[in-house]
């Protein structure tokens, strides 16, 4: 019986009050103080005080003081408990303390690409002249290293580098992905670039001893996969379903999947677990039959599930169903009846003391709202159908479950993926049973793994599923109009969003709920009508600020002239231009290589002109511009182009070196010019 009064759930109301200080630390990055703490026990002196006064009223603890008092304690808490997770701000963070060298521990297993290792490390040690200073923090670092040679670090190892770092850089671009917010959320603040030779390996077994052995332990299962699974896109999928090791995962699985609506399934969450509770249910069901077999039988399942959350590393969603299991098989062992938003609640408290920044984390996010809206919106979608034929229930029951979670979850995935998948009841139809069995097969090869003949019969099932399921998909995502890309919502939207869906099915059971959600329908219409009607009629220059390329893109309404030497493939232009171009739904562009021109070229826009100095031009034809770009990449006379160039603003693009670059800004500072410097500083946009 689902709970629908306050008086039924009271912890979720607790727990959304001590979210609330968790978001109000983050959003205004509160720094640590006394004052918090400080007002904490005030509020309980004066909650104390109040609770002796009033004890002989039994309505005070139901009072609208006793509850408003308690309220701002858990937002207090909220704020707290958050501030306490804030290394930065920590006296002894190695980042406040000069050093020559770095001692520091591996937090994860490297992940490789090309030559380039990059991995998260926890500084231990900072070593001056003649002393050793202990500090603490976290330094995410990208190594060098001889990619004819494998790469012999692993989680846990100490590590001796030099203290040469920076901090995080921001994201240059309008609508790029934002990864310094992204790792100061991991409390990491600071980056490091180095060779391996750099570097020295002075020890091991320096992290946490049970994650260790976790690792390592789903390292050996891997390698189990990869000695019968020979084709890699079919190994990634049965490493990434089962183990949760998404490393080999390739682009266009991964973006299948996406396409779908089905990337759940790569993500280890409550489906796996419920999976595998399954199949240890069925396996120690023989101890059901005394009082003490169903007590060590809930042990071992629950001891078991902690282990796969642990090997399956750890993320949000993993957490949140071991959790959760937790709690519902011992209030079933023990014969009580235990609220499931109550559970829910009590699992994202547990979560969110251990770590606040879990609340901006997407996957506890999506997880924790996906089973809310599966409990609450499920029972009301399956009665809208009842049927006697036992197959077509089963499958109503896997569509409702799949429409409840994709209403639920829409809102934070359009703003944070800015797509939604058309055909998702088809793919998550299509899935339900080869999840299933994959993660069986799986299972069953790992564990029969030492009897080669049984071990090949369900190497050979999984092989064969993983394969059609990929072709089943990829039929699915390559149907006409299968996703709706460039959707950008904000927090108005979402809120919206949610309100008319809430309203709404409140709205079946009392209809006075019905005006509010058209209201949210209609202010929701409302808001995407204005975006559309401002993309239609919007006009700018955008000089985009990159590493090694040009890139400027002239827009009007909603098509644009992308000046650009990036192909649509290239990482660059999908990471920091293409987020922009699909913020502004563009839906036409028309591309220019600036650097295969000949000769200079003016590029009218609006009334405005804009020339590009490229590697080709040697002499300067005399001309009048608004924007003036240099690209050249090679040092020259400053002052012979500015006598050949009236402009009004000059740029210096990053398909400059960093000298060519540095040289410019001095000839422009001597010349009393200020350019825009489109290399490690934000991109310009012009409004028209």
Known sequence: MIAYYKTEVPFIRLVLFFILGISISILFDIAPNNLFPLGWLILILVSIGFGLLNKKKPHYFGSYIFGTLVYVLMILSGIIICNQHKEIYRSNHFSKIGAKYLTAYLLEEPKIKGDIARFNVSVTQNIQDKRIIRTQGKLLLAMRFDSTKKIDLHYGDMLLLKAK?????????????????????????????????????????????????????????????????????????????????????????????????????LSV????VGIVVVLLVFAFSFLNKTKRGRLLSTITIIAIIWFYALITGFAPSIERAAIMV???????????????????????FIILITDPFALINVGFQLS????????????????????????????????????????????ISLYYFHQFPIYFIISNVFIFLPAILIMYF??????????????????????????????????????????????????LEILLFY????????????????????????????????????????????????????????????????????????????????????????????WINPHLIQDEKLISFEGKKLKIINHKLNNFAVSKQDWLLLSSDKKQGLKSIIDANTFEELFIDGKNRDFVIEDLKNQAENLGLKPHVLKRDFAIEIKL
């Open 368 to 411: 924790f709202i996906a089973v809310a809206g599966i409990i609450y919106l499920q029972p009301l979608i399956y009665d809208f159908y009842n049927t006697t034929n036992k197959l077509l229930d089963v499958i109503w029951k896997v569509i409702s479950v799949s429409i409840a979670a994709q209403i639920s979850t829409a809102p």
């Open 269 to 272: 969450s409550g489906m796996h």
């Open 165 to 265: 770092y920076k901090e995080t850089e921001p994201a240059y671009n309008p609508a790029e992905f934002n990864y310094k917010r992204f790792l100061s959320f991991q409390q990491v603040y600071h980056q490091t670039f180095i060779n391996q030779k750099e570097t020295k390996k002075l020890g091991e077994h320096q992290g946490n001893l049970i994650r260790e052995f976790a690792l390592k332990f789903r390292e050996r299962q891997i390698l189990k996969f990869d000695a019968y699974l020979k084709d890699t896109a079919i190994r990634a999928v049965a490493s990434t379903l089962i183990l949760g090791y998404r490393a080999e995962l390739n682009k266009d699985t991964l973006e299948t999947y996406t396409k779908t609506g089905t990337m759940h399934v």
């Open 499 to 590: 309100g008319f869906f809430l309203f709404g099915f409140a709205a079946i059971k009392r209809k006075k709920y019905l005006k509010l959600a058209c209201i949210c329908l209609l202010l929701l219409i409302l808001t995407i009508n204005i975006k559309q009607f401002y993309h239609v009629q919007q006009k700018q220059a955008v000089f985009f600020a990159l590493r090694k390329n040009t890139a400027v893109a002239l827009i009007k309404g909603k098509t644009a002239v992308l000046i650009t030497d990036l192909k649509a493939d290239e990482f660059t232009y999908q990471f920091s231009v293409k987020p922009y171009l699909d913020s502004c739904q563009i839906n036409y562009i028309e």
């Open 442 to 491: 799986g299972l069953f090869f790992l564990i029969f793994y030492s009897f080669p003949p049984i071990a090949a019969v369900f190497a050979f099932c999984l092989q064969t599923t993983i394969k059609y399921t990929n072709e089943g998909l990829k039929l699915i995502e390559n149907i006409a109009h299968a996703n709706i890309t460039q959707i950008w919502w904000g927090a």
């Open 326 to 348: 937790t709690f519902i098989m011992l209030a079933k062992a023990r014969s009580v009846k235990a609220n499931i938003f109550n559970v829910i609640a009590i699992t994202a």
